[in-house]
Nanobody, 119 residues
Framework: QVQLVESGGGLVQAGGSLRLSCAAS????????IGWFRQPPGKEREFVGH????????LYLESVKGRFTISRDNANNTVYLQMNSLKPEDTAVYSC????????????WGQGTQVTVSS
């Protein structure tokens, strides 16, 4: 089992950048796919993208392509979400989640971190 803790959220002006961290404990993050999700206020949760256990990453949310990057540091058991050129519509609670390669269910979740982008 893996435990996840997000950090790095906060208030930023439009056009600014933030880097979110997802620190894992309990089991090596290299064993899992790690996904980033976000839930804007009053809206459904969105799947931002994920990084596979072999490295590499995929962004699924069209609105963040070219601005967000997912990376992982297996040595430090941490996955990052680098967010550049932030827009007010990026305001959301961002969460990371983990799943094993053999499943499709994201079974392990962090508590989330708030990102607020002011115009």
């Amino acid at each position: 089992q893996v435990q996840l803790v997000e950090s790095g959220g906060g208030l930023v002006q439009a056009g600014g950048s933030l880097r979110l961290s997802c620190a894992a404990s309990g089991r090596p993050v290299s064993s899992y796919y790690i996904g980033w999700f976000r839930q804007p206020p009053g809206k459904e949760r969105e799947f931002v993208g994920h990084t596979g256990w072999r490295g590499g990453s995929t962004l699924y949310l069209e609105s963040v392509k070219g601005r967000f990057t997912i990376s992982r540091d297996n040595a430090n058991n941490t996955v990052y979400l680098q967010m550049n050129s932030l827009k007010p519509e990026d305001t959301a609670v961002y969460s990371c989640a983990a799943r094993l390669a053999s499943t499709t269910a994201w079974n392990y979740w962090g508590q989330g971190t708030q990102v607020t982008v002011s115009s």
